[in-house]
């Protein structure tokens, strides 16, 4: 005991003396939970073993890739190697260097469908059966096409599902369904498996869904290195159809830490997991609700023969120490949770009525979105210009905001970004339609109301500052990808201020208007229509107006669920770091708000003016 105290002090004392490291190392902050586990791997035995000081960085994928290039990111725990071109160019230009190989075996990936279509289905093998069966994959929600589930816009895999699925031919029977970000596919893939129904997707392993689910990938030819190439490029010309490569996870580090710290490169260098182990560490985090820091303490102390191959004997000291210890932690908070509740009642929903919700989201689309879509395509891009132009004019009675509305949609035309601006406008007119219809009765009946108006003001107030991903993902699970799901996440948004202003506009009428109503012998529906709702409807434009805004303000989250748009465009910007890209959408959103705010305020104030 004596001894260990000793070694304790000495280690703690001589720790500056002995670091592997000069100043804090950036690791890049990862998403999904290999990278996340990897990650908390590489940083807790950087720490603990050889005492150096990290810290994570957030961001998406490419802005990483290039901090990493300029230094600002020094790790990055895990990559696939030869898959990004942020990360070719860096590592081309010698600003990066790959380090290790740490998946034994490497990844896989490939086109996949649940064991269950797998088993009942058994001449579905190969990728030359799809079109046999594409009926199978058939869903009520998403038109008369079958399904096939691509990557997120703006991931490379995107890219070459796209080329694939042409060069196949298959993207003449298959709609290819881009969910927007990743926890919006594996959303799509647990709705579909708790429901046991069929649905094509690509994906990957290592990964948490594979460790909890059962998938089976369909046959393709061997890997042609050359036809892939050609198959990451958009503009590649070869007409080929080869398998998947089997790809290398490998750890990214900036080229001047890499010669700044050999004993942390050795480290690099060996670290390597089965997929056995990582796989396993993933069902672990998935099922204990563990984050990957702590995921990472479990296996360093259950599995100390994995890691000390890896690390040189002094840090292997410094990590033995570490594990040895038993630090006991108190709190005077008790350890509750409502997550399992949560998330077993969300499972039980799907399973029973997934199907039902999946109806309500297909007549959505077919009779309400759709046509909306269609309405605003018939009219030619001129018409719908000076239509625009005449309504700016007609609200404000401003021929110079007339002009300058016609020149901002022109300029949206100009960018290439006329029919995201149209699919952006149906999805809001749908929304503000929705949000009207039920808003304003709802405004009208608490008005009258006030014990009912204070019940009700607790859940606005959750409505209006409640996280969207808070009701993204369960909506998603339940209507499916798309508009639909969109349509009620904005709905749930923008309702609130139209109910709290319609109220307003009502309570604030004056007792002697009533009274005069009375007077002259109306009934309660003429008093509404005559008196109540003309004096409120200042209050109920503006609640109109800041519904709209609302509304517009949710294309971009609304793209994450896979929602077709201007925001679509700004989520693969981010996803590709395209600046260019991004202003241009941005831009065009900009231009639609001011457009729409404007005109709205102005029939508003020209109500109050009167």
Known sequence: ??????????????????????????????TWES?????A?????????????????????????????QNDIQVIGEVWVGRSEVMNKALQ?????????TLKGGAQQGWYVPE???????????YKDLERFSDLFLDSASGPKPRFMNCPSGWTCEIFNTRLLRTTGLDKTFANVHPGTGAALDAEISSAYEQKKPLLFYYWQPTGLMAKYTFKALEFPENESECWSSLLQKDGDKNCVTGFPVSNLSIAVSTPFKEQHPDL???????????????????????????????AEQFIKEHPEVWQAWVSPEAASRLQAWTGQTAATSSIFPDWSIQDKLNSGLKSVVGTYGESFRQVSGFLTRYLLSPTVQTLAAIPAWLMILLTAALAWHSTRSIIFAVACAIGLYVIGAFGLWTALLQTLALLICAVIITVVIGIPIGIFVAARPRVYRVLQPVLDVMQTMPSFVYLIPVLMLFGLGNVPALFATVIYAIAPLIRLTALGILQISRE???????????????????????????????????????????????????????????????????????????AIVILAVIIDRITQAYGNRRRTR
């Open 1 to 30: 005991m004596l001894q260990r105290i000793v070694f304790v002090f000495l280690l703690f004392f001589s720790a500056p003396a002995l670091a592997a490291c000069d100043s804090p190392v950036k690791f890049a902050a990862l």
């Open 35 to 39: 990278g996340q586990f990897t990650s």
């Open 41 to 69: 791997v590489l940083r807790l035995i950087a720490e603990r073993g050889y005492q150096c000081k990290t810290t994570e960085v957030p961001g998406s994928g490419p802005a990483q890739e290039n901090a990493l290039s």
């Open 93 to 101: 230009e010698n600003k990066a260097a790959m380090v290790g190989d």
């Open 116 to 126: 269950y279509v797998w088993e009942q289905n058994p001449q579905l093998r190969s």
């Open 265 to 295: 490169m050795q480290f690099f260098e060996k670290i390597q997991f089965t997929a056995d182990q990582l796989n396993g560490a993933i069902l672990q985090m998935t099922e204990s609700k563990r984050d990957g820091t702590r995921q």
């Open 513 to 587: 208007m009533h009274e005069t109503g009375t007077a002259f012998g109306t009934n309660r529906w003429q008093m509404l229509r005559w008196v109540i709702l003309p004096l409120a409807k200042p209050s109920i434009m503006a609640g109109i107006n800041q519904a709209i805004m609302m509304s517009l303000s949710m294309v971009v989250l609304a793209s994450m669920i896979g929602a077709p748009g201007l925001g679509e465009r700004v989520l693969e910007a981010v996803q590709t770091l395209n600046v260019g890209q991004g202003v241009q959408a941005g831009s």
